[in-house]
């Protein structure tokens, strides 16, 4: 409650919860089931949920677990959509028996736009798009948003709720949403890879093969907690530890030859991108 005003009442200040009153979540697979273990975690009531899958996995006490889509299910808050993108067309049939008219539709499709979505599911009454990443299943993921026409309170309940699970961030332009997708969507991938082939590296010069991993590991954990904390750039630190005529420069003169890292990377990136277009049409 606040202080008391001039005339000697005190105001009363009611803080609202950023979470649905009724959640319906389509497809529960490692992202959408993650999302609602972290939320479970900050207060969401397992009651209040309803998930269609017909295998979930580790679903919280007090869940509603449906395998299909049944006719009566009551009209939710908000429907979050984690089923595979080629799946709309299947689903959305299926959920036109389900009333729509005040829920906010919450898809993670790749590719699928809102303009896909709305011709979906014409009956909701708002439609936004996020792209979590897996560090979702530790608080860590970064969220892109984006959605038109949403109103205040719909983007502070999204972003607030989103930003749970780590940080989340709205796009200005749909179109961006197949780079976010690209980059930070598909970039654990990367990463690991990257964890992976730097050990096999090491294992290949002679260093016990689950030693290098380790090593490899825990270089890349600690690196990353340093550019997090750092006000300088990736490109900056890196520059830090090369010492001129050292073994980081050495090293790094291989990677920067025809800037061969540069061209793998945007070459990746750019069939991901492309991958998200294709899935939306």
Request: hydrophobic share 45%; net charge positive; aromatic share 0%.
């Given at each position: 409650?606040?202080?008391?005003?001039?005339?000697?009442?005190?105001?009363?200040?009611?803080?609202?919860h950023p979470f649905p009153q009724s959640l319906l979540v389509i497809g529960s697979g490692n992202m959408a089931g993650a999302m609602l273990r972290g939320w479970f975690a900050q207060g969401l009531d397992p009651a209040s949920v309803t998930v269609v899958?017909?295998?979930?996995?580790?679903?919280?006490?007090?869940?509603r677990h449906l395998t299909g889509i049944a006719p009566d299910i009551a009209p939710p808050d908000w429907l979050l959509l984690g089923i595979k993108p080629q799946m709309l067309g299947d689903v959305a049939p299926q959920l036109a028996g389900i009333d729509l008219s005040q829920a906010l539709v919450v898809s993670m499709l790749a590719g699928v736009e809102c303009s896909g979505l709305r011709a979906a599911l014409p009956s909701?009454?708002?439609?936004?798009?996020?792209?979590?990443?897996?560090?979702?299943?530790?608080?860590?993921?970064v969220t892109a948003l984006y959605a038109e026409g949403l109103g205040e309170a719909d983007r502070d309940r999204l972003e607030s709720l989103f930003a749970m699970l780590g940080t989340a961030e709205w796009l200005a332009d749909e179109s961006q949403m197949h780079l976010v997708t690209a980059l930070s969507g598909s970039g654990p991938a990367y990463l690991f890879r990257f964890i992976d082939s730097l050990g096999k590296a090491a294992e290949g010069l002679g260093m016990p093969a689950d030693q290098a991993a380790r090593f490899a590991m825990a270089m890349v954990r600690g690196s990353a907690e340093l550019a997090h904390r750092s006000d300088e750039t990736p490109a900056q630190l890196a520059e830090r530890v090369a010492s001129p005529g050292g073994t980081t420069?050495?090293?790094?003169?291989?990677?920067?030859?025809d800037a061969a890292l540069d061209r793998l990377l945007a070459e990746a990136v750019d069939a991901a991108a492309k991958r998200s277009v294709e899935l939306g049409q």
């Open positions: 409650m606040r202080p008391s005003t001039s005339s000697g009442q005190t105001e009363v200040v009611r803080v609202t899958d017909p295998s979930p996995r580790d679903l919280s006490a007090g869940v909701a009454r708002a439609i936004a798009r996020i792209m979590p990443n897996m560090a979702v299943s530790i608080g860590q993921s420069r050495a090293a790094l003169n291989v990677l920067d030859a």
